[in-house]
């Protein structure tokens, strides 16, 4: 079972909330151009190439901000104060983990280490799983066949013996694509008939 993180066991930062939009105005950036930043360079802290603090300052610049004074330790509160965890898809996973104990749960994200890092802290959602597959960990993007080949090579699994569960629709379809079973997921509550389908 590979699932991803936000969307499905947190909300999605970037997209969901105002953490760009606060940064964008404490360092003086234009927000538009810091999001088109950040689309292009995103990769470089998915993959752990470089911090994600680093290529924030980055995007930043880039968009017409000013980062001489940039504060890591604001950032990562900035940050974590807008994260949401859905308590509810946690229970979920470890009931699954006590009905089927020899299922294989793999985490199944694109993240920079640090914001899981900084989540796992709180949260602890790495516990939940017996494989970590994010994106930064397997230097690998999903949904690219990189990504998918070093997943199930980790979770030692052939394509057809795994099921992703995603709220990305574009991500679902590559990974059918690649053979997967996989499953949308557009909001929490719809992670609990996944199940069903195990």
């Known amino acids: 079972m590979l699932v991803d993180a936000g969307g499905v066991l947190f909300n999605n930062i ?16 234009q927000l538009p151009r810091l999001r088109r930043a950040l689309d292009q360079h995103d990769h470089d802290y998915e993959t752990d190439a470089a911090h994600v603090h680093q290529v924030l300052m980055t995007c930043l610049e880039l968009a017409g901000g000013d980062c001489e004074d940039f504060d890591g330790d604001h950032t990562d ?39 899981d890092e900084v989540k796992n802290a709180r949260y602890e959602h790495l516990a939940l799983f017996d494989v970590i ?3 930064w960990h397997l230097r690998a993007v999903k949904p690219t066949d990189e990504y998918f080949h070093r997943l199930l090579a980790a979770v030692g699994c052939d394509a057809d013996e795994v099921l992703l569960a995603d709220d990305n629709p574009d991500i679902v379809r590559a990974a059918r694509l690649f053979g997967l079973n996989a499953v949308h997921i557009p909001s929490p509550p719809s992670l609990f008939g996944v199940w069903d389908r195990l």
């Open 77 to 115: 509160e900035l940050y974590l104060a807008r994260v949401e965890a859905y308590p509810s898809c946690f229970e979920q996973l470890r009931a699954l983990r006590a009905l089927h104990p020899e299922l294989v749960l793999a985490l199944a994200n694109n993240e920079a280490a640090h914001w």
């Open 133 to 135: 597959g994010s994106s």
């Open 14 to 29: 970037s997209e969901e909330t105002d953490f760009l939009a606060l940064l964008a105005q404490r360092y003086h950036a």
